[in-house]
């Protein structure tokens, strides 16, 4: 009995749709964090490989200081592996860019399908309610008496 009446007021209806909510925006979180979690992943690698870099030109510069006699050649020796360490760092950039740029991309289409699944259940929930409102007729109201004497 008590589901027949709030099944007739709708309550199972709204109970369902709450729920329904609930899941898609929990979906839709998860799916955010999967994003997140690979992008941090990449970037953190990325920059790891900055890291490396920078370590690997330090180890060059110091061999280059035990090896090389003549401070014009050390000076030489020192600017090209700066030189190095420049194109190699713009390469890990560039890289990351791309990265981002693939992310943003993930997050774009994350974002459009969210909206796509809003709509939809806005689009459900409304005709929910038509149907409702159809099955169940509200009592018509009776049309107050006119009093003598008032014009209408």
């Known amino acids: 009995m008590e589901n027949i009446l ?6 199972l209806d709204l109970l369902e749709g709450v729920a329904d909510a609930r899941q898609a925006a929990l979906n839709s ?19 790891l490989r900055a890291l490396e870099r920078c370590l690997e030109a330090g180890t060059r510069q110091l061999r280059l200081v035990a090896e090389v006699r ?4 050390l000076l030489i020796s020192q600017a090209e592996v700066a030189k190095q360490l420049g194109e190699e760092l713009l390469a890990v950039a560039h890289e990351s860019t791309e990265l981002q740029a693939q992310v943003r991309s993930e997050l774009e289409h994350w ?3 969210g909206i796509k699944s809003v709509q939809a259940t806005g689009a459900e929930t409304s005709q929910a309610k038509t149907t409702r ?12 008496p006119r009093r003598a004497g008032k014009a209408a």
């Open 70 to 73: 003549d401070s014009k050649d």
């Open 29 to 47: 979180m998860t799916a955010f964090n999967r994003i997140a979690m690979r992008a941090q992943g990449l970037l953190a690698r990325q920059q």
């Open 133 to 144: 409102a159809k099955t169940v007729a509200a009592p018509k109201l009776k049309a107050a």
């Open 6 to 11: 709030l099944n007739r007021m709708g309550g």
């Open 111 to 113: 974002a459009t399908d």
